[in-house]
């Protein structure tokens, strides 16, 4: 699977991460393979640890997402998102989403989120409320119900285990 700018998700997963040497190519948030890499293993449940950068993550292209009506308090919000790497289980998932302004309701997965742009208050049933911004990580546990109020439109970076 290829996702946006030409980031190629099996590739990377197995790729290991490098710390830029002065004058070099290779920036922050660079990968690059050392010469002892390996061949990427199909279904590797641990692949190694790497770094993702994804030139115009701000503004790539996503798909409409449905969102179903019962969800949706107020306003008149609209999911689009992108998946960018489904282990073969379908029980890791690592993707873009975004929501335009709006009230909505989800019961969450296990997930670690990092906001690109945008802004939302997120209650969590009988639990804290969490305000959310660009460079915020959060993370939901698996069942809570959450309460989503989306002030600027959200862009995230996500990380889901089902």
Request: with cysteine; net charge negative.
């Amino acid at each position: 699977m290829t996702a946006p700018s030409g980031f190629d998700a099996q590739t990377s997963a197995t790729a290991s991460a490098t710390t830029a040497e002065p004058g070099s190519d290779h920036g922050p948030g660079s990968v690059s393979e050392p010469e002892s890499a390996t061949a990427p293993v199909p279904g590797d449940p641990a692949p190694a640890s790497f770094v993702v950068n994804i030139p115009g993550i701000a503004d790539a292209d996503l798909e409409p997402e449905p969102l179903d009506a019962s969800q949706i308090v107020a306003g008149d919000p609209v999911v689009t998102g992108k998946v960018l790497w489904e282990s073969p289980d379908g029980q890791q998932i690592r993707g873009i989403w975004q929501i335009t302004p709006g009230v909505v309701t989800d019961t969450e997965a296990n997930e670690l989120f990092v906001v690109v742009s945008g802004r939302a208050t997120i209650e969590v049933e009988g639990g804290p409320v969490l305000e959310v911004g660009p460079g915020d990580a959060c993370v939901l546990r698996e069942g809570d119900r959450t309460q989503w109020t989306v002030h600027e439109t959200l862009r995230k970076a996500y990380h889901i285990s089902l």
